[in-house]
């Protein structure tokens, strides 16, 4: 390999992986082995049932409900919401749905782009039991985001509205 030349996108990925300790795909974290059904923890706009739907490909609206995890702290990328690992004893409210193939969880990969990696996280639902399961963390420059909450109802208000949204 030439010196001085700087290394590959993909190869830039894998080291800022690497430097966090996680994979930089999807499911990256799980064996190879057939899927099992799992729990996601969503924080964001999928937290919206018809958002997840039209993502998952779900003839029907998916079951999602109310749950937590702790140990993480949401800025912003842009309007949307990022989980940055290292910010301990915070509870995010959000919903978990069970992914039920493979091929949903390609889905979900595919909707948070490259800039987020899946991780695996204890869901606490609203009555109080707890399994394992995965979200979707920051996978990039911390320096891409700001401080800030979001606001699904708001989200929701401007995509069915994008006039307002000025």
């Not at 509870?91 to 992914?99: E, M």
Request: hydrophobic share 35%; glycine share 8%.
């Amino acid at each position: 390999m030439a010196e001085n030349v700087p290394p590959s996108p993909m190869a830039r990925k894998f080291m800022l992986a690497a430097e966090k300790g996680r994979h930089p795909v999807s499911y990256g974290n799980r064996p190879m082995r057939q899927f099992e059904e799992v729990y996601y923890f969503f924080y964001g706009t999928l937290m919206d049932p018809s958002t997840l739907g039209h993502v998952l490909k779900r003839p029907d609206t998916p079951d999602v409900h109310k749950a937590t995890i702790e140990a993480r702290r949401i800025k912003l990328w842009g309007e949307y919401p990022a989980l940055v690992i290292g910010f301990p004893e915070q509870t995010i409210h959000g919903v978990a749905c069970k992914i039920k193939s493979e091929e949903e969880a390609d889905r979900l990969a595919a909707y948070e782009t490259a800039m987020y990696g899946a991780d695996g996280c204890i869901i606490r639902f609203e009555d109080g039991s707890t399994v394992s399961g995965w979200t979707f963390v920051w996978n990039a420059d911390e320096s891409l985001l700001k401080e800030g909450t979001f606001d699904l109802e708001d989200w929701l208000s401007k995509k069915q509205h994008p006039a307002n949204d000025q």
